[in-house]
């Protein structure tokens, strides 16, 4: 069985500073690895996915996250984040066989404030 | 090219009562995905289905069951309604084979009273 850790439920930061969502994981077998974003009273938005190949991913909105398999983590990072980016950001992972289901963390609240 | 579509956007029902809701997928999918998402909580996966059969069932009582039709769109269907069953209900859906990417509709949020 799969499980995923956020360990931040929230993170405040400044407008058009860095920020980092970390995300960890674990698994006894291989995996993919998800980041989505919700926004309020909306459904899921797919931000970027690892599959295979290079461990660093990017996604849209200018996001991209890094895959490392010893520590098995999966952060998440914005170089410069825009207020537009409040929301709340949730990791999956999902066993890399068909027809297997997401498994989600409880999700991180960024807070981006002027 | 038309996302994930659910209806209705919005539901209220009271304790006992049965409710469906539905699930168009993205064009193209074949597969349709259901999860639960209590307020403040990550989603929780409820059932798959795929060519009309469900293929994987997560940790949900009989009362949550499903059907998908040819067209590949989906029903939940949730009977004796509980308070606790109150949440948002999102659908996913995707193209069958291993690196299957779900893409989410809005979700429909039930209330029950």
Known sequence: AQSVTQLDSQVP??????????????????????????????????????????????????????????????????PSVHISDTAEYFCAVKENTGFQKLVFGTGTRLLVSP | DAGVT??????????????????????????VSWYQ???????????????EEERQRGNFPDRFSGHQ??????????NALL????ALYLCASSLAGVQDTQYFGPGTRLTVL
């Open chain 1, 13 to 78: 930061v400044f407008e058009e500073a860095p920020v980092e969502l970390r995300c960890n994981y674990s698994s006894s077998v291989s995996v993919y690895l998800f980041w989505y974003v919700q926004y309020p009273n909306q459904g899921l938005q797919l931000l970027l996915k690892y599959l295979s190949g290079s461990t660093l991913v990017k996604g849209i909105n200018g996001f991209e996250a890094e895959f490392n398999k010893s520590q098995t983590s999966f952060h998440l990072r914005k």
């Open chain 2, 6 to 31: 659910q209806s209705p956007t919005h539901l209220i029902k009271t304790r006992g009562q049965q409710v469906t809701l539905r699930c168009s997928p993205k064009s193209g999918h074949d597969t």
């Open chain 2, 83 to 86: 308070l606790g069953d109150s």
């Open chain 2, 37 to 51: 998402q209590a307020l403040g909580q990550g989603p929780q996966f409820i059932f798959q289905y795929y060519e």
């Open chain 2, 69 to 78: 039709f040819p067209n590949y769109s989906s029903e939940l269907n949730v």
